[in-house]
Protein backbone atom coordinates (compact mmCIF):
# COMPACT_ATOMS: atom_id res chain seq x y z
CA UNK A 1 0.00 0.00 0.00
CA UNK A 2 1.19 3.64 -0.74
CA UNK A 3 2.30 6.13 2.01
CA UNK A 4 0.28 9.44 3.25
CA UNK A 5 3.21 11.00 0.74
CA UNK A 6 2.13 9.19 -2.41
CA UNK A 7 -1.88 8.76 -1.23
CA UNK A 8 -1.99 12.52 -1.41
CA UNK A 9 -0.14 12.51 -5.21
CA UNK A 10 -2.82 9.82 -6.19
CA UNK A 11 -5.62 11.68 -5.37
CA UNK A 12 -8.63 12.04 -7.50
CA UNK A 13 -7.46 16.28 -7.41
CA UNK A 14 -4.20 15.40 -8.89
CA UNK A 15 -5.07 12.62 -11.04
CA UNK A 16 -7.02 14.92 -13.06
CA UNK A 17 -4.18 16.89 -13.29
CA UNK A 18 -2.68 14.20 -15.76
CA UNK A 19 -3.20 14.29 -19.82
CA UNK A 20 -2.16 11.29 -20.71
CA UNK A 21 -4.29 8.23 -19.78
CA UNK A 22 -1.48 5.67 -20.40
CA UNK A 23 0.89 7.62 -17.91
CA UNK A 24 -2.27 7.96 -15.38
CA UNK A 25 -3.30 4.47 -15.34
CA UNK A 26 0.83 3.77 -14.85
CA UNK A 27 1.21 5.48 -12.01
CA UNK A 28 -1.99 4.39 -9.80
CA UNK A 29 -1.11 0.49 -11.19
CA UNK A 30 2.82 0.54 -9.51
CA UNK A 31 1.71 2.57 -6.58
CA UNK A 32 -1.30 0.93 -5.66
CA UNK A 33 -2.06 -2.79 -7.30
CA UNK A 34 1.89 -3.78 -7.95
CA UNK A 35 1.42 -6.38 -5.40
CA UNK A 36 -1.20 -8.62 -7.94
CA UNK A 37 -0.29 -11.35 -8.97
CA UNK A 38 -3.15 -13.17 -11.04
CA UNK A 39 -5.34 -11.70 -13.73
CA UNK A 40 -8.76 -10.51 -12.56
CA UNK A 41 -10.24 -13.16 -14.19
CA UNK A 42 -11.62 -15.42 -11.88
CA UNK A 43 -12.29 -18.29 -14.38
CA UNK A 44 -14.58 -21.64 -14.90
CA UNK A 45 -11.74 -23.91 -14.26
CA UNK A 46 -10.17 -25.37 -17.46
CA UNK A 47 -11.29 -25.50 -21.02
CA UNK A 48 -10.54 -28.37 -23.80
CA UNK A 49 -7.14 -28.46 -25.37
CA UNK A 50 -6.63 -31.48 -27.35
CA UNK A 51 -7.26 -35.15 -27.29
CA UNK A 52 -4.97 -38.16 -26.15
CA UNK A 53 -5.35 -42.16 -26.39
CA UNK A 54 -6.97 -43.24 -22.76
CA UNK A 55 -4.56 -45.55 -20.69
CA UNK A 56 -5.45 -47.31 -17.62
CA UNK A 57 -5.50 -44.88 -14.10
CA UNK A 58 -7.44 -42.13 -16.48
CA UNK A 59 -11.15 -40.90 -15.06
CA UNK A 60 -13.46 -41.89 -17.05
CA UNK A 61 -15.16 -39.20 -16.91
CA UNK A 62 -12.74 -37.70 -19.40
CA UNK A 63 -13.55 -40.37 -22.46
CA UNK A 64 -15.47 -38.48 -25.23
CA UNK A 65 -18.18 -41.25 -26.18
CA UNK A 66 -18.88 -39.55 -29.56
CA UNK A 67 -15.42 -39.50 -30.72
CA UNK A 68 -15.39 -43.81 -28.98
CA UNK A 69 -18.13 -44.19 -31.42
CA UNK A 70 -16.98 -42.50 -34.42
CA UNK A 71 -13.91 -44.45 -34.18
CA UNK A 72 -14.04 -46.80 -31.88
CA UNK A 73 -11.00 -46.42 -30.09
CA UNK A 74 -11.25 -44.60 -26.18
CA UNK A 75 -10.00 -41.00 -26.07
CA UNK A 76 -9.81 -38.82 -23.42
CA UNK A 77 -9.73 -34.85 -23.53
CA UNK A 78 -7.08 -33.01 -22.07
CA UNK A 79 -7.79 -29.62 -20.18
CA UNK A 80 -5.35 -26.41 -19.60
CA UNK A 81 -6.10 -23.86 -17.22
CA UNK A 82 -6.72 -20.37 -18.71
CA UNK A 83 -4.06 -17.96 -17.91
CA UNK A 84 -4.40 -15.47 -20.42
CA UNK A 85 -7.86 -14.18 -21.10
CA UNK A 86 -10.13 -11.35 -22.57
CA UNK A 87 -11.14 -8.38 -20.59
CA UNK A 88 -13.97 -6.09 -21.73
CA UNK A 89 -14.17 -2.61 -20.61
CA UNK A 90 -18.30 -1.58 -21.11
CA UNK A 91 -18.13 2.34 -20.08
CA UNK A 92 -21.47 3.86 -19.96
CA UNK A 93 -21.08 7.76 -21.50
CA UNK A 94 -24.05 9.22 -21.44
CA UNK A 95 -25.54 12.59 -20.39
CA UNK A 96 -25.85 11.47 -16.92
CA UNK A 97 -21.94 10.77 -16.64
CA UNK A 98 -21.40 14.16 -17.19
CA UNK A 99 -22.23 15.37 -13.82
CA UNK A 100 -19.28 16.84 -11.36
CA UNK A 101 -20.85 17.56 -8.01
CA UNK A 102 -19.72 20.43 -5.05
CA UNK A 103 -17.23 17.77 -3.85
CA UNK A 104 -15.68 15.92 -7.12
CA UNK A 105 -12.60 16.85 -8.90
CA UNK A 106 -13.89 15.49 -11.74
CA UNK A 107 -17.09 13.95 -13.44
CA UNK A 108 -18.62 10.92 -13.48
CA UNK A 109 -16.81 10.14 -16.84
CA UNK A 110 -13.68 11.15 -15.96
CA UNK A 111 -13.82 8.98 -13.27
CA UNK A 112 -15.09 6.09 -14.61
CA UNK A 113 -12.31 6.52 -17.81
CA UNK A 114 -9.72 6.66 -15.19
CA UNK A 115 -10.74 3.61 -13.25
CA UNK A 116 -11.12 1.71 -17.03
CA UNK A 117 -7.41 2.60 -17.94
CA UNK A 118 -6.17 1.53 -14.14
CA UNK A 119 -7.61 -1.71 -15.02
CA UNK A 120 -6.63 -1.91 -18.65
CA UNK A 121 -3.01 -1.22 -18.07
CA UNK A 122 -3.21 -3.67 -15.47
CA UNK A 123 -4.56 -6.29 -17.38
CA UNK A 124 -2.51 -5.85 -20.21
CA UNK A 125 0.42 -6.04 -17.95
CA UNK A 126 -0.33 -9.61 -16.55
CA UNK A 127 -0.72 -10.91 -20.58
CA UNK A 128 -4.62 -10.06 -20.76
CA UNK A 129 -6.10 -8.89 -24.08
CA UNK A 130 -8.18 -5.93 -23.22
CA UNK A 131 -10.91 -4.39 -25.58
CA UNK A 132 -13.37 -1.31 -24.42
CA UNK A 133 -16.93 -0.54 -25.58
CA UNK A 134 -18.04 3.00 -24.53
CA UNK A 135 -21.68 3.55 -25.40
CA UNK A 136 -24.52 6.31 -24.90
CA UNK A 137 -27.62 5.63 -27.00
CA UNK A 138 -25.78 4.11 -29.58
CA UNK A 139 -22.00 2.45 -29.57
CA UNK A 140 -19.89 5.52 -29.14
CA UNK A 141 -16.30 3.52 -29.40
CA UNK A 142 -15.83 -0.34 -30.30
CA UNK A 143 -12.12 -2.29 -30.08
CA UNK A 144 -12.53 -5.87 -29.91
CA UNK A 145 -10.23 -7.30 -27.50
CA UNK A 146 -5.90 -7.45 -27.75
CA UNK A 147 -2.85 -7.61 -26.84
CA UNK A 148 -0.89 -5.79 -29.29
CA UNK A 149 1.08 -2.78 -28.34
CA UNK A 150 -0.93 -0.45 -30.52
CA UNK A 151 -4.25 -1.91 -29.12
CA UNK A 152 -3.22 -0.43 -26.36
CA UNK A 153 -2.75 2.84 -27.48
CA UNK A 154 -5.78 3.03 -28.99
CA UNK A 155 -7.55 2.05 -26.13
CA UNK A 156 -6.58 5.26 -24.13
CA UNK A 157 -6.30 6.84 -26.48
CA UNK A 158 -10.03 6.24 -26.91
CA UNK A 159 -10.96 6.96 -23.34
CA UNK A 160 -9.20 10.03 -23.25
CA UNK A 161 -11.56 11.31 -26.66
CA UNK A 162 -15.11 10.20 -25.05
CA UNK A 163 -17.54 12.85 -24.08
CA UNK A 164 -20.76 12.54 -22.21
CA UNK A 165 -24.24 12.64 -24.37
CA UNK A 166 -27.56 10.87 -24.96
CA UNK A 167 -29.60 8.75 -23.12
CA UNK A 168 -28.23 5.14 -21.61
CA UNK A 169 -29.59 2.26 -23.62
CA UNK A 170 -27.61 -0.34 -21.53
CA UNK A 171 -29.23 -3.17 -23.24
CA UNK A 172 -28.06 -2.32 -26.84
CA UNK A 173 -24.74 -1.98 -25.84
CA UNK A 174 -24.58 -5.48 -23.52
CA UNK A 175 -26.08 -7.12 -26.09
CA UNK A 176 -23.40 -5.47 -28.49
CA UNK A 177 -20.75 -6.95 -26.21
CA UNK A 178 -22.42 -10.48 -25.78
CA UNK A 179 -22.41 -11.34 -29.79
CA UNK A 180 -19.02 -10.00 -30.50
CA UNK A 181 -17.07 -12.13 -27.95
CA UNK A 182 -16.59 -15.48 -29.18
CA UNK A 183 -13.79 -16.01 -26.22
CA UNK A 184 -14.83 -16.05 -22.66
CA UNK A 185 -12.96 -13.77 -20.34
CA UNK A 186 -14.18 -10.91 -18.15
CA UNK A 187 -16.97 -8.54 -18.67
CA UNK A 188 -16.50 -5.16 -16.65
CA UNK A 189 -19.17 -2.80 -16.59
CA UNK A 190 -18.52 0.95 -15.62
CA UNK A 191 -21.83 3.33 -15.64
CA UNK A 192 -24.07 4.78 -12.87
CA UNK A 193 -26.41 2.53 -13.97
CA UNK A 194 -29.28 4.84 -13.81
CA UNK A 195 -32.20 3.36 -15.73
CA UNK A 196 -30.68 -0.43 -15.58
CA UNK A 197 -32.69 -2.00 -12.35
CA UNK A 198 -35.66 -3.62 -14.99
CA UNK A 199 -33.07 -5.23 -17.47
CA UNK A 200 -29.73 -5.60 -15.06
CA UNK A 201 -30.57 -9.47 -14.26
CA UNK A 202 -31.35 -10.56 -17.95
CA UNK A 203 -28.82 -9.10 -19.54
CA UNK A 204 -26.16 -10.43 -16.65
CA UNK A 205 -27.45 -13.78 -16.70
CA UNK A 206 -27.05 -14.08 -21.05
CA UNK A 207 -22.97 -12.95 -20.51
CA UNK A 208 -22.49 -15.40 -17.95
CA UNK A 209 -24.47 -18.12 -19.49
CA UNK A 210 -22.09 -17.67 -22.22
CA UNK A 211 -19.39 -18.11 -19.66
CA UNK A 212 -17.96 -14.67 -18.79
CA UNK A 213 -17.05 -13.37 -15.67
CA UNK A 214 -17.98 -10.17 -14.62
CA UNK A 215 -17.37 -7.11 -12.53
CA UNK A 216 -19.92 -3.89 -12.23
CA UNK A 217 -18.15 -0.79 -11.01
CA UNK A 218 -21.26 2.05 -9.73
CA UNK A 219 -19.97 5.55 -10.44
CA UNK A 220 -21.64 8.03 -8.52
CA UNK A 221 -21.18 11.26 -7.32
CA UNK A 222 -21.16 12.10 -2.97
CA UNK A 223 -24.18 15.06 -3.96
CA UNK A 224 -26.34 11.43 -5.55
CA UNK A 225 -25.44 9.78 -2.79
CA UNK A 226 -26.69 12.12 0.13
CA UNK A 227 -28.28 15.79 -1.35
CA UNK A 228 -26.02 17.81 0.30
CA UNK A 229 -28.11 21.03 -0.42
CA UNK A 230 -29.84 23.25 1.96
CA UNK A 231 -31.60 26.10 0.00
CA UNK A 232 -34.35 25.34 -2.55
CA UNK A 233 -32.63 23.93 -5.61
CA UNK A 234 -33.75 22.94 -8.91
CA UNK A 235 -32.67 19.75 -10.14
CA UNK A 236 -32.66 18.81 -13.97
CA UNK A 237 -32.48 15.45 -14.97
CA UNK A 238 -29.77 15.20 -17.37
CA UNK A 239 -30.73 12.82 -19.77
CA UNK A 240 -34.45 13.39 -20.02
CA UNK A 241 -34.82 17.04 -19.02
CA UNK A 242 -37.24 16.80 -16.38
CA UNK A 243 -36.99 19.54 -13.85
CA UNK A 244 -37.85 19.77 -10.13
CA UNK A 245 -37.22 22.44 -7.67
CA UNK A 246 -37.80 22.14 -4.41
CA UNK A 247 -36.56 22.21 -0.48
CA UNK A 248 -33.76 19.58 -0.58
CA UNK A 249 -34.77 19.56 3.59
CA UNK A 250 -38.41 18.06 2.75
CA UNK A 251 -37.08 15.23 0.55
CA UNK A 252 -33.42 13.93 1.63
CA UNK A 253 -35.22 11.35 3.76
CA UNK A 254 -37.45 9.55 1.22
CA UNK A 255 -34.74 10.76 -1.37
CA UNK A 256 -31.94 8.48 0.50
CA UNK A 257 -34.27 5.70 1.23
CA UNK A 258 -34.71 5.54 -2.64
CA UNK A 259 -30.89 5.82 -3.12
CA UNK A 260 -30.19 3.24 -0.68
CA UNK A 261 -32.80 1.13 -1.96
CA UNK A 262 -31.65 1.67 -5.35
CA UNK A 263 -28.06 0.63 -4.60
CA UNK A 264 -29.60 -2.42 -2.80
CA UNK A 265 -31.14 -3.22 -5.94
CA UNK A 266 -28.16 -3.07 -8.82
CA UNK A 267 -26.24 -4.77 -5.92
CA UNK A 268 -28.44 -7.47 -5.24
CA UNK A 269 -29.11 -8.31 -8.86
CA UNK A 270 -25.35 -8.50 -9.73
CA UNK A 271 -24.37 -10.71 -6.77
CA UNK A 272 -27.48 -13.26 -8.20
CA UNK A 273 -25.80 -13.58 -11.46
CA UNK A 274 -22.30 -14.08 -9.23
CA UNK A 275 -21.11 -10.53 -10.27
CA UNK A 276 -18.91 -8.40 -8.02
CA UNK A 277 -20.34 -5.03 -7.34
CA UNK A 278 -18.31 -2.27 -5.74
CA UNK A 279 -19.71 1.23 -5.26
CA UNK A 280 -17.15 4.22 -6.78
CA UNK A 281 -17.96 7.81 -5.23
CA UNK A 282 -16.34 9.73 -7.83
CA UNK A 283 -15.01 12.03 -5.43
CA UNK A 284 -13.29 9.09 -3.51
CA UNK A 285 -9.28 7.93 -3.64
CA UNK A 286 -9.29 5.85 -7.14
CA UNK A 287 -6.32 3.62 -6.08
CA UNK A 288 -7.64 3.14 -2.53
CA UNK A 289 -10.86 1.69 -3.92
CA UNK A 290 -9.37 -0.01 -6.82
CA UNK A 291 -6.65 -1.34 -4.10
CA UNK A 292 -9.09 -3.12 -1.62
CA UNK A 293 -11.08 -4.34 -3.97
CA UNK A 294 -8.58 -6.08 -6.14
CA UNK A 295 -6.67 -7.61 -3.62
CA UNK A 296 -9.73 -9.00 -1.61
CA UNK A 297 -10.97 -10.21 -5.55
CA UNK A 298 -7.41 -12.13 -5.85
CA UNK A 299 -7.58 -13.30 -2.14
CA UNK A 300 -11.11 -15.01 -3.06
CA UNK A 301 -9.95 -16.36 -6.51
Avoid at 56 to 73: A, E, H, L, M, N
Avoid at 224 to 243: A, I, K, N, Y
Avoid at 259 to 286: K, N, T, V, W
Wanted: glycine share 8%.
Amino acid sequence: MADSTSAELLSPDTLVRIDSYALLARVVVEGYLSGLHRSLYQGFGSEFFQYRNYVTGDDPKTIDWKVYGKRDRLYTKVYQEETNVNCTLVLDCSASMAYQGTRGACSKLRYAAMAAACLAYLSRRQGDRVGLCAYADDIVSWLPPTRHHDGGQRLFSALQGLQPGGQADHTRALRFVSERLSRRGLVVLLSDFHGLEDDLEALARRLRVAHHDGIAFQILDRDELDLPWSQTTRFVDSEDGHELTTAPALIRSGYQAAMDAFLEQIRGLCLSQQFDYLLLPSSDHLGNLLAAYLHRREALS
